[in-house]
């Protein structure tokens, strides 16, 4: 989706500040997430960062997402061109990501479902920081 000229000011504001705190949200939980990656535990302050990151992401996701539905015409006839894609795919991902983490916060699951959910996150958290970063740079024309 190429910038458009018909898209009001404040919502391409909207939209720069939004792209922003994904980033920002995103490459704080990859890097605090890679000591859990290499094998070591996530605890601590590293675990706190990563928390703190994860209300980036859980506030600026679904901003994100209406603000894609805003941009692209709202509900006219949209081609959904590869950049679109990957941007709805990241947006999926993305919910994912949060829902598996959101449901080892419930008494629904035993210990061993919640860390097959916890791995769940680790994988789809890193999947949607490559889809969203791939759909940045394909907006750039990268």
């Not at 458009?4 to 997430?33: D, E, Q």
């Not at 703190?52 to 709202?74: E, F, H």
Request: with cysteine; proline share 4%.
């Amino acid at each position: 989706m190429t910038s458009n000229a018909n898209t009001p000011r404040p919502i391409s504001l909207l939209w720069t500040l939004t792209l922003l705190v994904v980033m920002a949200g995103t490459v704080v939980s990859m890097l605090t997430s890679l000591a859990w990656w290499m094998g070591h535990g996530m605890h601590g302050n590293r675990l706190l960062l990563h928390m703190m990151a994860s209300g980036l992401l859980v506030v600026g996701l679904p901003a994100y997402a209406i603000l894609l539905v805003l941009r692209s015409g709202c509900c006219g006839t949209a081609t959904l061109d590869r950049g679109a894609s990957l941007r709805w795919a990241a947006v999926l991902l993305g919910t994912l990501m949060i829902a598996t983490m959101f449901l080892c916060m419930l008494p629904l699951l035993a210990t061993p479902e919640q860390a097959f959910m916890i791995q769940m996150h680790g994988w789809l958290g890193w999947s949607f920081a490559v889809t969203f970063f791939l759909s940045v740079l394909r907006r750039k024309g990268v």
